[in-house]
């Protein structure tokens, strides 16, 4: 039986009457020492227990033991989950992630990589320095508009300390555009303003998905302030915060230098005097596990930031417009249909009969990067003129061999040798990791396994007892299906794109990447960047821009060779992040790159852009409740305002199953009548692969015994009519199948480009 309840006075019994259901009431104490002031704090209820009666606890037992079961079940996951994603903390009160640190360079060091950078002009952007940099002495910032110098109002200063997290920016104002096409002329966008600039400030504004921003606002924001929504803008209320492409004033002359301060703008406060006991000046930085700080790391002088429209040539030497492309294998559609996507969308003045020599705009250049044979091979002396060669042979390539796309499509052969050889912070070193050099994530596949080239008997002995040998990991070209991935070409690649651009400079593209709009105002912003790993605070390499010969690319460099050469884009994150430079390597969002990959990770599918796709495979076999958009909206609506589509792999997919081949016309007949006869062979040893499994097995006599089921339906080889290699075409097209034959027919001269420009034939050679 409950107790009767008990109170120390009238106001404890009517307070109790009013909070008989609350979980705590309330009660005074008094205050030792103040005799007219009680101390009012609050206990837990007991009479809201009192309340409950066993005979009602016996009928709901069933209900209140599957309650707390439940939340015996919710707590437990919540443990566990805690347990396994719990990041470790440091004495400093740093994140560890789980993950060992990667640095090994000081805050010295760090501090002159980000003035390097900035002073030469490569952080167009008014973003904070982190604080952990601990810079002292202000920055001048060229490629940000001049701004009075910034001063904190003394009560947000902190006494004794006088870090700098902002660098002030020297440079001219912007002048920001409205891009759109002008009746009558509104069948296609405007070609991009030369020497514009994309904000990319402002497009973090719109497009961060860690604020909460949509893929589908994103575009929308790109395309419109792009000019691409040209005579079907609608009208919004105030679309003028959509223009994210700007001009520096080219009437206003670039400052290098701080402007002067009034003594009252001083700072309030000065550093404190050093102390009798040395500081470190590393507090804070985590050094890697069994690694000393690297010695002062050699930069050249800063470069001198010059508007575009002030360069004497529209090609800037320091800042080379070269798209890089790194293929291995066979060449097949997709290196194909990469370079046709930068013929269809970029500036190449392929639509003139000659480049004019007082040209505006600098014209871009695609340089493939031939892999020969497999990823851990060595090239012979001849591998340029055999390179060539098997170019000229394969039909996938052969077209790009023309004279007409000489200028701007460039074939290279990959060395690994001597391009690591080119790279002055690691050429010393690298090869004490040539063992090791297939470093993805600190996973390594070691080349010790690979054996010895064999005699020419040993060889012939070998093809004779089967192909397995050579198809194993250490010897693919390329990825013929999801099972057989060429993985040591996937981790090759990732090393290729850091070499390449820090040797050379331009941005690099993975090879299933498609070109979807002009890139000439991402050229003119001289930022480092890279896009964002779907959900996560990550980067994506596929896309990768990096300066020519840059403090930040020397840092990356320095730092992978002491982390084993281990350039996979999670690690290159923990680079970054651990020496809080991530600002320097902008982390762009996936709208501007790769629109899709969030909704395939089924992420804000409640409003997913056009096209929807639940998966990256939608892009080959487009769903059929969906398929009605490829062929009536066409290339104009596939993720409209994106500058490129990443579609992740599927090397094994053909983009037109019905018409696997060059499609190009006249005069690239030979090249598809040589893709043509591949498809009937290919028919053909199908057909024979049929034929051959329809054996059941072999008698006791040990003659063949086959069945006649399904055989005799099998036409003899002499019979079968193998066609043209043209199959009938589906019923609905698919979104690969719609681009490929856009992209031809605009080579055959059926079509003009998507800024309405037609391909010249009759061009001064």
């Not at 005579?231 to 230098?257: A, C, K, Q, W």
């Not at 690298?430 to 008997?457: M, Y």
């Not at 990825?479 to 050379?504: E, G, P, T, W």
């Not at 996936?590 to 409003?607: G, I, V």
Request: with cysteine; hydrophobic share 35%.
């Amino acid at each position: 039986m409950a107790s009767l309840p008990s109170h120390s006075s009238a106001i404890e019994e009517k307070l109790e009457r009013h909070r008989s259901t609350a979980w705590t009431r309330p009660i005074s104490l008094p205050i030792p020492g103040v005799r007219t002031r009680r101390l009012r704090i609050l206990v837990p209820n007991t009479a809201s227990l009192n309340n409950v009666r066993l005979t009602r606890l016996r009928r709901k037992r069933g209900p209140l033991f599957v309650a707390a079961a439940c939340l015996a079940v919710f707590f437990t996951v919540l443990l566990v989950g805690k347990s396994f994603g719990r990041a470790d903390w440091n004495e400093n009160g740093q994140e560890n992630n789980n993950e060992p640190p990667t640095l090994v360079f000081g805050r010295q060091d760090l501090q002159r990589i980000w003035k390097w950078e900035i002073s030469s002009g490569h952080y167009p952007s008014q973003q904070s320095i982190p604080i952990e940099i601990g810079l002292t002495e202000k920055i001048a910032n060229p490629a940000a508009p001049r701004q009075p110098p910034v001063v904190k109002p003394p009560r947000y200063r902190t006494p004794g300390v006088n870090i700098i997290t902002e660098a002030q920016g020297v440079g001219a104002p912007r002048v920001y555009l409205d891009i759109q096409s002008h009746p009558p002329n509104v069948a296609y966008p405007p070609r991009p303003v030369p020497g514009s600039v994309a904000d990319m400030d402002h497009i973090m504004k719109h497009c961060d998905f860690a604020k909460g921003k949509y893929v589908r606002d994103c575009l929308e924001m790109l395309r419109m302030g792009g000019g691409l929504d040209n005579g079907e803008r609608l009208r919004r209320d105030d679309s003028r915060d959509y223009r994210y492409i700007y001009i520096e004033n080219p009437n206003v002359t670039i400052s290098h230098t701080l402007p002067l301060e009034d003594e009252q703008q001083q700072p309030l406060y000065q550093r404190p005097p050093p102390s009798r006991k040395q500081a470190d000046p590393n507090e804070g930085l985590l050094l890697k596990k069994g690694e000393k700080w690297e010695p002062r790391l050699g930069l050249p002088v800063p470069l001198t930031h010059r508007q575009a429209q002030a360069l004497p040539n529209p090609c800037d030497p320091e800042n080379p417009r070269v798209y890089h492309m790194f293929w291995t294998g066979p060449f097949t559609d997709k290196p194909y249909l990469a370079l046709m996507s930068f013929l269809y969308t970029q500036n190449t003045g392929i639509h003139l009969k000659e480049w004019p020599s007082d040209a505006q705009v600098c014209r871009p250049q695609f340089w493939l990067w031939i892999n020969p044979g497999p990823a851990a091979s060595i090239p012979n002396p001849n591998a340029v003129h055999d390179m060539f060669e098997q170019l000229k042979s394969n039909p996938w390539a052969s077209p790009f061999l023309h004279p007409r796309f000489n200028d701007v499509i460039k074939f290279k052969l990959w060395n690994t040798t001597e391009q690591l050889d080119g790279i002055p912070e690691i050429k010393d070193e690298w090869r004490e990791l040539r063992d090791r050099l297939f470093n993805s994530g600190g996973h390594i596949i070691s080349l010790k396994e690979k054996k010895e080239p064999e005699t020419t008997a040993s060889a012939n002995a070998t093809s004779s007892a089967g192909t397995k040998e050579d198809d194993d990991l250490l010897n693919r070209t390329g990825s013929k299906s999801s099972s057989s991935y060429d993985r040591l070409s996937v981790i090759l690649s990732d090393m290729a794109r850091f070499v390449l651009c820090h040797r050379f400079g331009g941005i690099y593209l993975d090879a299933d990447t498609l070109l979807l709009r002009d890139w000439e105002e991402l050229w003119g912003w001289k930022g480092a960047f890279a896009y964002r790993w779907s959900r996560l605070e990550k980067y994506n390499t596929a896309v990768l821009r990096m300066n020519k010969g840059s403090a930040l690319g020397s840092f990356l460099f320095r730092t992978a060779l002491k982390n084993g050469l281990d350039f996979h884009p999670m690690t290159v994150s923990r680079y970054t992040k651990d020496a809080h430079l991530e600002p320097l390597l902008l982390r762009l969002p996936d709208a501007l790159f790769d629109a899709a990959w969030l909704n395939t990770e089924n992420y804000q599918r409640d409003r997913p852009p056009q096209p929807y796709f639940t998966e990256f495979a939608d892009l080959f076999d487009t769903p059929k409740e969906k398929s009605a958009s490829p062929h009536a909206l066409g290339l104009k609506g596939f993720f409209k305002g994106s500058y490129s589509y990443h579609f992740h792999n599927f090397w094994w997919k053909p983009f037109d199953p019905s018409r696997n081949f060059p499609d190009l016309g006249e005069r690239f007949k030979q090249g598809e009548q040589v893709a043509k006869a591949n498809l009937r062979r290919e028919k053909l040893k199908a057909l024979q692969a049929a034929r051959a499994s329809s054996t059941a097995g072999v008698t006791r006599d040990g003659k063949a015994a086959t069945t006649t089921s399904g055989v005799s339906d099998l036409p003899k080889d002499q019979d079968v009519d193998l066609g043209d290699g043209v199959e009938p075409d589906r019923d609905d097209l698919d979104w690969s199948t719609v681009i490929k034959r856009t992209f031809e027919a605009y080579i055959r001269g059926e079509r003009p480009n998507m800024y309405g420009e037609w391909i010249e034939w009759d061009f001064t050679r």
